[in-house]
């Protein structure tokens, strides 16, 4: 027996008229005949009037690559997301001459002006790195700081660069009230979204930031967090809620991929009743539907440099290979400001390659002490790893007798270790 099915679904958005003004409520109407056996499995359309889609985008500073973020914008209305957030690191910035500064911000800006939806500003140190730009900002944008409500998600954007040049992120007084007033008037909210800069939770004098402050003020409601900064993907888990470490929208990056969390995206976020599920999308993916690849006019930083030689290994632990161990080389040089850290991971049959500027180009010439640690996930918890598997003195450079000498030419070394 058939029976004829209409649906009428209505699809409807809850906006304040200040907010997102102009939107009107759409309807999706379904017609099928269904039989007594049909070609599909349920008829429950993912399509909560609740839910909705909106996208970030990471670092575009910091040594930014010709044509990521620019093309990035291109891509983003072809997915056509409801609005885009930024998590900061928008100019190259770093510089007290204002008309430089508003050269930056207006090529920026320019970007943003092709987007066919609202973007949202959030500042990064690239931004407001000193008292000139801090001026600036005000003039062009006002608040730093400041939240919206959209289909009764909280969105709370924050500055962690309060006040300019505090080296590991920092919130003021005034500005954690100002979020705790926020979060008290919408304590009916259902779901907060946090948007900062840098990575504030992650680093080893968070009490200094008075980001503790804040998640107090978080700790009875579901809530998610995103930030930048470090150029590299990472997830955290703390205090039962996620936080995620962006990775790059055109910013400086080895790119050697998702292994080690290094790529562009844009990472896509779908609103659901149990919080947003996440979806990273690699930029280079994106592609029209005549399948070239956007073309614009954004130059590349210019970046300093020094030669690299080609430095290839392979790492035995009683002599079998060994995957997925963390193979780092600590530059020796007396005096140096920022010595090198150069990292790899072992492949199956633990061989790795170097990387200092571009995928697998190699380390500079000079001496370096190896550190070594193998960890392998942790089958109660997928989000962390287990312990060491290795002998304790392989795993810092005061202790390592690992040691090795990069020199000019192509370097292949093999790294042996024992168990005991």
């Known amino acids: 027996m058939r029976r004829l099915i209409v649906g009428l679904l209505a699809v409807g958005l809850v906006v304040t008229a200040v907010a997102f003004s102009g939107v009107k409520n759409p309807s999706v109407e379904l017609r099928l005949v269904q039989e007594e056996k049909n070609p599909?499995?349920?008829?429950?359309?993912?399509?909560?009037?609740?839910?909705?889609?909106?996208?970030?985008?990471?670092?575009?500073?910091g040594g930014h690559r010709a044509q990521v973020f620019s093309r990035a914008v291109e891509q983003l209305n072809l997915l056509q997301p409801e609005f885009v957030v930024s998590v900061g690191d928008l100019i190259e910035g770093g510089k007290r001459e204002p008309d430089k500064l508003q050269a930056e911000w207006k090529e920026f800006r320019g970007f943003i002006e092709r987007l066919q939806m609202p973007f949202f500003y959030v500042p990064g140190n690239h931004d407001l790195s000193n008292a000139v730009q801090d001026q600036l900002w005000q003039e062009m944008f006002g608040r730093r700081y400041y939240h919206f409500v959209y289909r009764n998600v909280l969105f709370c954007l924050m500055n962690s660069e309060d006040p300019p040049g505090v080296g590991e992120g920092h919130f003021s007084d005034e500005q954690i009230n100002y979020f705790k007033r926020v979060l008290?008037?919408?304590?009916q909210v259902r779901w907060t979204i946090v948007v900062m800069?840098?990575?504030v939770w992650a680093v080893a004098n968070v009490e200094k930031t008075n980001w503790l402050e804040m998640e107090k003020a978080l700790a009875d409601r579901p809530y998610t967090v995103f930030a930048g900064h470090r150029h590299v993907y990472k997830k955290y888990v703390r205090n039962g809620r996620r936080y995620y470490q962006l990775a790059t929208t055109g910013g400086s990056s080895k790119m050697r991929g998702v292994r080690y969390g290094e790529f562009d995206h844009?990472?896509?976020?779908?609103?659901?009743?149990?919080?947003?599920?996440?979806?990273?999308?690699?930029?280079?993916?994106?592609?029209?539907?005549?399948?070239?690849m956007?073309?614009?006019d954004e130059p590349a930083h210019p970046r300093r440099t020094q030669p690299v030689q080609p430095v290839r290994g392979r790492v035995l632990l009683d002599?079998?290979?060994?995957?997925?161990?963390?193979?780092?080389?600590h530059e020796q040089k007396p005096g140096a400001v920022r010595p090198l850290r150069l990292d790899a991971y072992t492949e199956?049959?633990?061989?790795?390659?170097?990387?200092t500027y571009d995928r697998h180009d190699g380390a500079p010439a000079g001496e370096y002490v190896v550190t070594l640690v193998w960890q392998k996930p942790d089958p109660t918890d997928p989000d962390k790893l287990g312990p060491n598997l290795l002998p304790e003195r392989y795993a810092k450079?005061?202790?390592?007798?690992?040691?090795?000498?990069?020199?000019?030419g192509t370097n292949d070394l093999v790294i042996e270790v024992k168990s005991r």
């Open 40 to 61: 599909w499995n349920h008829l429950r359309l993912n399509n909560d009037p609740g839910d909705f889609q909106f996208a970030f985008v990471s670092d575009r500073t």
């Open 184 to 187: 008290e008037e919408n304590n």
């Open 197 to 199: 800069h840098k990575p």
């Open 266 to 292: 844009v990472v896509w976020v779908t609103m659901k009743k149990d919080g947003p599920i996440l979806a990273n999308i690699l930029v280079e993916g994106i592609f029209p539907e005549d399948l070239k």
């Open 294 to 296: 956007p073309q614009t």
């Open 319 to 329: 002599g079998k290979p060994i995957a997925d161990a963390h193979v780092v080389f």
């Open 348 to 355: 199956a049959d633990g061989t790795f390659v170097l990387t």
């Open 397 to 408: 450079p005061a202790t390592s007798p690992l040691r090795f000498t990069v020199k000019e």
